[in-house]
């Protein structure tokens, strides 16, 4: 098969990865790619966005199968548009996508099947957001409507620094278009977990659980990123938890989508939060999470070519999916001043070492090539993952991996696993 793979991410190398590894993968394309996605995959420079020339470089290659990583284009209908042109596609269509699109239309959704979730209100005019955040407490979470890269969701610890977030996304527009509308949301306490799923319409597979960091400092300090590290198993998290969160919130969201004639393809991603009354949902994503699927998909033992294809031929019940028992642990390594504005153009050094160390896996998250060198091309730059037996055997791989790699101003979180091992 030919395939492409859309999109530049840590998360896409980790897709081409996987994919790399099928006997029945015999070409392998990535747009745009970046510099380490180069290793496994030939780079075709054509943005995420630019629907017309992916259709007619799939025409032009004979591609049998195209997996999209990143959420814009789903939500754009980058799925609707190649199904017109009769090219197989991996991926929610534009209304489906909806459920990450819109944390509006995602929480209605919610709201409406009864599938547990926090307490919420949604607003199109600042002044009345206000107000009804004036009557609150904190901490309290101000969500923005649309895409933001991850970022649009600030957990406020006082009403003033909530009132601050409301104004820069209503008024101030720091994301555009996705501030016009804002969910105003209760604050859960508790654990938080990912799952991602397999998903064809009412048929769910779900992948192991794993744990994001959002924060950018040690602690869950400071503020929120895409994600700067990752793990899998929980073993702090009991089993009974995990079925819990897939039958009473994964599978009847699935459930839901094709009641409201919306019906799911693709990996439906799971945020969830394990507070004192049981397992509720913060988010749901419509494709693969970034950082978990650098975590995961070192798991999976299934040809992940077969899981694909036999949920877009809608044959999803019909495949068993096999998974690892070992562990594995991503550390991201950052730019200096990420998540705000960061530098571009720094030289990586030490990629080959931390790559040649047993049990290790470097995916380019924010990388590009520069006579010769890689360089900082994002404010994610690598995501680092060891694996091993358990969590402290994958944790000791990571970060000795990532303590051979440096560039200037490079940060990383120090404590990615360590709730697990209290």
Same mark, same amino acid.
């Not at 010769?372 to 991996?401: F, P």
């Given at each position: 098969?030919?395939?492409?793979?859309?999109?530049?991410?840590?998360?896409?190398?980790?897709?081409?990865?996987?994919?790399?590894?099928?006997?029945?993968?015999?070409?392998?394309?990535?747009?745009?790619?970046?510099?380490?996605?180069?290793?496994?995959?030939?780079?075709?420079?054509?943005?995420?966005?630019?629907?017309?020339?992916?259709?007619?470089?799939?025409?032009?290659?004979?591609?049998?199968?195209?997996?999209?990583?990143?959420?814009?284009?789903?939500?754009?209908?980058?799925?609707?548009?190649?199904?017109?042109?009769?090219?197989?596609?991996?991926?929610?269509?534009?209304?489906?996508?909806?459920?990450?699109?819109?944390?509006?239309?995602?929480?209605?959704?919610?709201?409406?099947?009864?599938?547990?979730?926090?307490?919420?209100?949604?607003?199109?005019?600042?002044?009345?957001?206000?107000?009804?955040?004036?009557?609150?407490?904190?901490?309290?979470?101000?969500?923005?409507?649309?895409?933001?890269?991850?970022?649009?969701?600030?957990?406020?610890?006082?009403?003033?620094?909530?009132?601050?977030?409301?104004?820069?996304?209503?008024?101030?527009?720091?994301?555009?278009?996705?501030?016009?509308?804002?969910?105003?949301?209760?604050?859960?306490?508790?654990?938080?977990?990912?799952?991602?799923?397999?998903?064809?319409?009412?048929?769910?597979?779900?992948?192991?659980?794993?744990?994001?960091?959002?924060?950018?400092?040690?602690?869950?300090?400071?503020?929120?990123?895409?994600?700067?590290?990752?793990?899998?198993?929980?073993?702090?998290?009991?089993?009974?938890?995990?079925?819990?969160?897939?039958?009473?919130?994964?599978?009847?969201?699935?459930?839901?989508?094709?009641?409201?004639?919306?019906?799911?393809?693709?990996?439906?991603?799971?945020?969830?939060?394990?507070?004192?009354?049981?397992?509720?949902?913060?988010?749901?994503?419509?494709?693969?999470?970034?950082?978990?699927?650098?975590?995961?998909?070192?798991?999976?033992?299934?040809?992940?070519?077969?899981?694909?294809?036999?949920?877009?031929?809608?044959?999803?019940?019909?495949?068993?999916?096999?998974?690892?028992?070992?562990?594995?642990?991503?550390?991201?390594? =950052? !730019?200096?001043?990420?998540?705000?504005?960061?530098?571009? +153009? *720094? /030289?990586?050094?030490?990629?080959?070492?931390? %790559?040649? &160390?047993?049990?290790?896996?470097?995916?380019?998250?924010?990388? =590009? !090539?520069?006579?010769?060198?890689?360089?900082?091309?994002? +404010? *994610? /730059?690598?995501?680092?993952?060891?694996?091993? %037996?358990? &969590?402290?055997?994958?944790?000791?791989?990571?970060?000795?991996? =990532?303590?051979?790699?440096?560039?200037?101003?490079?940060?990383?979180?120090?404590?990615?696993?360590?709730?697990?091992?209290?």
């Amino acid at each position: 098969m030919r395939i492409l793979v859309i999109g530049g991410g840590g998360r896409e190398h980790a897709i081409a990865w996987a994919l790399k590894k099928s006997e029945k993968v015999t070409q392998l394309y990535c747009a745009p790619g970046n510099a380490g996605i180069a290793q496994v995959a030939e780079c075709v420079p054509i943005a995420v966005d630019r629907f017309d020339e992916l259709i007619q470089f799939s025409v032009d290659h004979a591609i049998d199968l195209v997996v999209v990583g990143p959420d814009d284009p789903l939500a754009a209908g980058i799925v609707d548009a190649f199904e017109a042109q009769g090219i197989q596609i991996f991926g929610p269509r534009k209304n489906a996508a909806e459920i990450e699109g819109s944390k509006v239309f995602m929480k209605g959704l919610l709201k409406k099947y009864d599938i547990p979730t926090a307490r919420y209100e949604t607003f199109t005019d600042y002044e009345t957001a206000l107000a009804y955040l004036k009557e609150q407490t904190a901490p309290i979470v101000v969500k923005a409507d649309g895409l933001a890269a991850g970022k649009g969701v600030i957990v406020a610890q006082t009403i003033e620094e909530a009132v601050q977030a409301l104004e820069d996304m209503m008024i101030n527009k720091v994301f555009g278009e996705s501030g016009s509308q804002v969910v105003i949301e209760e604050f859960l306490e508790g654990q938080e977990m990912s799952i991602l799923a397999f998903v064809d319409g009412e048929t769910v597979k779900p992948m192991v659980a794993a744990q994001d960091h959002k924060p950018i400092f040690d602690g869950d300090l400071g503020p929120n990123t895409g994600g700067m590290g990752t793990y899998t198993p929980l073993p702090h998290i009991p089993q009974s938890i995990i079925d819990e969160s897939i039958e009473n919130i994964i599978k009847p969201t699935a459930k839901a989508m094709v009641s409201e004639g919306r019906p799911f393809c693709g990996v439906l991603f799971a945020g969830l939060m394990i507070t004192k009354d049981g397992p509720k949902t913060i988010e749901f994503n419509a494709r693969m999470g970034d950082p978990e699927t650098q975590v995961v998909l070192p798991r999976l033992k299934t040809d992940l070519v077969d899981i694909i294809l036999a949920a877009t031929n809608g044959r999803l019940d019909q495949i068993d999916i096999e998974w690892s028992d070992d562990a594995a642990v991503c550390v991201i390594l =950052a !730019s200096e001043g990420y998540p705000a504005s960061y530098p571009k +153009g *720094r /030289v990586i050094s030490g990629l080959e070492e931390a %790559a040649a &160390l047993d049990n290790v896996l470097v995916f380019h998250a924010g990388t =590009a !090539s520069d006579n010769g060198n890689y360089v900082t091309s994002g +404010g *994610r /730059v690598l995501g680092v993952v060891g694996r091993g %037996a358990d &969590l402290v055997q994958a944790r000791e791989r990571a970060y000795e991996a =990532a303590k051979a790699i440096s560039f200037e101003g490079v940060q990383y979180r120090s404590d990615i696993g360590e709730k697990a091992l209290r």
